[in-house]
């Protein structure tokens, strides 16, 4: 049984494409199976977090989060959340495990050097280049193109991380063009699971890749908020634990602070607002599912942390740069050259304006993942160089 302000099956607003009801699953559990059976789905297990995918190199290693893995996390937290608010953990799912389909090659590294790129053609973002696969590029099913998602799975998509103000990506704007998505007011409640599902996935997991990599170690974290007393509690609990041990035991702990300091925050607020509907949650002032002002503040201090350790290390730093020569160098190959895409790409890049080549240079490049993109800049764009 669900809360009132859950999203009611019953209530969805439907699909674009009508479709006749599954006799044995709600509407947003059909959206999730289709989110898990689609391309892009599949191609986030060779996309990356923060470390590239490159064999022979001692940072790099088959524990590190890819997309896929950092997706999965955050379906997890998100139906737990859901679950503990009595919100429905079918559209929390659907949401969390689409929230970074759109995501290109190289983590955010490749989402900036692709914004770059596409500036004079309508900007770039990761959200919106989700919405345009999952209504539009997954071209699988003989009734339409896309997945054809409830309202419900396209509005989480499209604003879980809160309200949307213009201009808008040419992406979100096509597809709310064709439906309107309701930009500036607030997610559904179990969409702002999905968002701070992610947060609490990748504050965990960085902190562990990064210790894996050899960036910082145990002691580094000692002096920071939230991590270091979990480090501090475990070693009073259990002295002398060998080091992964150890560094599991406190680092879940980390994990569940987060968890349930967010489902209390939301029980208060919950208790406190007292809303009817999903419709009244979308309507409140501000995100309901949310971390508490204290621990956002440590949080902060962490980010911080893994900002100048982590993402700004200088190894790291040295693999943004070629990351971002490699995709600098196909965007521009591809477009001047659209013989060189796919045959099934090339008669459309062919026939349109600039702008549209542009847009499905874009959906191509993005498309594809860390391996794939390297081993083309290295066949198209390196092959003069050996002769």
């Not at 270091?228 to 009073?236: E, H, I, L, T």
């Not at 191509?364 to 198209?380: C, H, N």
Request: hydrophobic share 40%.
């Amino acid at each position: 049984m669900t809360a009132p302000y859950a999203c009611q099956p019953e209530d969805s607003r439907g699909r674009l494409h009508p479709e006749s009801l599954s006799s044995f699953r709600s509407p947003w559990q059909r959206d999730r199976d289709r989110i898990i059976h689609s391309s892009a789905f599949r191609r986030l297990k060779h996309k990356t977090q923060v470390f590239v995918e490159q064999e022979g190199d001692a940072y790099r290693g088959d524990y590190f989060r890819t997309r896929l893995t950092h997706t999965i996390e955050v379906a997890q937290v998100a139906r737990t959340i859901a679950g503990a608010l009595d919100l429905n953990t079918d559209l929390a799912e659907a949401v969390a495990l689409a929230h970074d389909l759109g995501h290109p090659p190289f983590g955010h590294t490749g989402e900036d050097a692709l914004a770059a790129l596409m500036e004079p053609y309508g900007g770039f973002d990761h959200n919106a280049q989700a919405l345009r696969i999952v209504t539009g590029l997954e071209r699988h099913y003989a009734d339409f193109d896309g997945l054809n998602l409830t309202w419900e799975s396209l509005e989480g998509i499209a604003k879980h991380n809160g309200p949307v103000a213009p201009p808008y990506p040419y992406a979100l704007s096509e597809v709310n063009a064709q439906w309107n998505l309701e930009l500036s007011s607030n997610a559904s409640a179990e969409a702002q699971v999905a968002a701070v599902a992610d947060d609490i996935a990748y504050n965990h997991h960085d902190i562990h890749d990064g210790l894996r990599a050899g960036l910082f170690s145990e002691a580094d974290l000692a002096d920071l908020p939230v991590v270091g007393p979990a480090f501090a509690q475990v070693d009073r609990l259990h002295p002398g634990l060998d080091t992964s041990r150890r560094r599991h035991e406190a680092l879940r702990r980390v994990f569940g602070i987060m968890v349930e300091d967010v489902i209390a925050v939301a029980q208060n607020r919950l208790t406190s607002l007292q809303p009817r509907s999903a419709d009244d949650i979308r309507g409140m002032d501000g995100a309901i599912i949310r971390f508490s002002k204290p621990l956002y503040q440590n949080l902060k201090a962490i980010k911080s942390f893994l900002f100048t350790r982590m993402y700004r290390a200088p190894s790291v730093v040295d693999e943004r740069k070629l990351v971002t020569h490699m995709l600098n160098d196909l965007f521009p190959l591809f477009m001047s050259n659209p013989e060189l895409l796919p045959q099934d790409w090339r008669a459309e890049a062919m026939a349109g304006t600039e702008t549209e080549r542009a847009r499905l240079v874009l959906d191509y490049v993005a498309g594809m993942t860390d391996r794939f993109a390297m081993a083309e800049w290295e066949r198209l764009c390196q092959s003069d160089l050996r002769g």
